[in-house]
C-alpha cells in the first residue's frame, strides 16, 4: 500500500522527489477487518485518473481477502536495532 502512495507522487523514490499532499489512500479496511461484497477496501485521492486506476491496481494486489482473519500477534514493534554513537 506504501508503494502505492509513493507511485500517487504522496512519498519519495528519492531525496528530490516532490511530494503531493492532496494525493494517498483513506478508509482503508483494517487487517482481520470483515468485508462484504462490493464494499470498497480503500479510497484512492489521485491526481490523474490514470494514476487512481495505477492506485487501484495495486490496492487491489496487496490485499488478500479470506474466509477467517489471519493470525497475527498484533506487534508494532518488531525489533528495537541499537543507534550507532555519533561520530
Known amino acids: ?3 502505492a502512495v509513493v507511485a500517487l507522487g504522496g512519498g ?8 503531493d499532499p492532496a494525493v494517498g489512500l483513506s478508509a482503508v479496511v483494517r487487517l482481520g477487518e470483515r468485508v462484504e461484497a462490493g464494499q470498497p477496501l480503500a479510497m484512492v485521492h489521485a491526481a490523474t485518473a490514470e494514476a487512481a486506476e495505477r492506485a487501484r491496481l495495486s490496492v487491489q494486489r496487496a490485499i488478500r481477502i479470506a474466509e477467517a482473519a489471519p493470525e497475527t500477534s498484533r506487534t508494532l514493534i518488531h525489533e528495537v536495532l541499537p543507534c550507532p554513537a555519533p561520530s
Do not use: S
Open 1 to 3: 500500500l506504501g508503494q
Open 12 to 19: 519519495r523514490q528519492v531525496e528530490t522527489d516532490r511530494i
